[in-house]
Structures are given as structure tokens and as C-alpha cells.
């Protein structure tokens, strides 16, 4: 039962890890080379790419992405945790920390992304008050 808590912490760090550890290594081998053609697109995705609209929903998808991948390996690997509600407790303690950084750089990206369109819009905006003085000038009768 804690032989698989240690397998999740394994895949919590790299995915597949833990599932080499237990001795499955042909799924360990295919999560790892998932991982890393995900992480080698994301990289190339980064090196390549102008900031945008585009760029900025292919980093949002290949987050979502990375993370599915993640969660994936980890609750595989500590399938057997489930036995002792202990270890189950520590698993979900695992897939949660495992996904806080993934929901904080998708939060970063979506706000990413109303920055780039309210800063650099394609049109006027409409709210700018009126008048280089110093007081507010507002039309006669309204105080």
C-alpha cells in the first residue's frame, strides 16, 4: 500500500517514474515518452512563438495537456493506495499539489490574455474622461 503512495510521489515528479518503479515498465515507458513529447513541444511551442492570441490558447491547451498527463501517472501509479484511507488521503494530497502549478500558469495565461487585448486593442477606448484641465468640466444643469 506505501510501496504505491512512494510509486505517485515518483510520477508526481516525473510522470512514468512511478510506474517504472513498481516494475511496470512498459507503461512507465510510454507515460515517460508522453511526458517528454509534451514537454519537448511545449519548449518548442515557447522558442517559436510571438506573443498572441494563438500562442497563448496553444500554452493554455498544452497546459491542460501536461496536467491530464500528470494526474494520469499519478493516480496509476497509486492505484494501490486505495486500500487504507491513509494512504488514499496522501495520494489526493499528491494529485492536489500536482495540480496547483498547472491552475496558477493557466491562471497567469488567461490574464496574460486580457492584458493583451486591453492594452494593445484594436480600437479607441471609449471611457477616457474629457478635458486636459484640472477640474471636470460637466454640462450646465447637472451638478
Not at 514537454?39 to 506573443?51: K, M, R, S
Request: glycine residues 10%; hydrophobic residues 65%; without cysteine.
Amino acid at each position: 500500500m506505501w510501496k504505491a503512495v512512494v510509486a505517485a510521489v515518483l510520477s508526481f515528479l516525473v510522470p512514468g517514474a512511478g510506474q517504472l518503479y513498481l516494475g511496470e515498465r512498459r507503461r512507465g515507458a510510454l507515460l515517460l515518452g508522453a511526458w517528454l513529447a509534451v514537454l519537448l513541444g511545449l519548449l518548442a511551442l515557447v522558442a517559436v512563438g510571438q506573443l498572441g492570441r494563438t500562442f497563448l490558447a496553444l500554452l493554455l491547451l498544452a497546459n491542460v495537456a501536461m496536467l491530464a498527463l500528470r494526474l494520469f501517472a499519478i493516480v496509476d501509479a497509486g492505484r494501490g493506495a486505495f486500500a487504507s484511507r491513509a494512504a488514499a488521503a496522501v495520494l489526493a494530497v499528491v494529485a492536489v499539489a500536482a495540480a496547483v502549478p498547472h491552475v496558477a500558469a493557466a491562471y497567469v495565461t488567461v490574464r496574460g490574455y486580457d492584458v493583451l487585448e486591453s492594452v494593445f486593442a484594436d480600437e479607441e477606448p471609449t471611457d477616457v474622461l474629457g478635458g486636459s484641465g484640472l477640474f471636470l468640466a460637466f454640462p450646465s444643469g447637472r451638478p
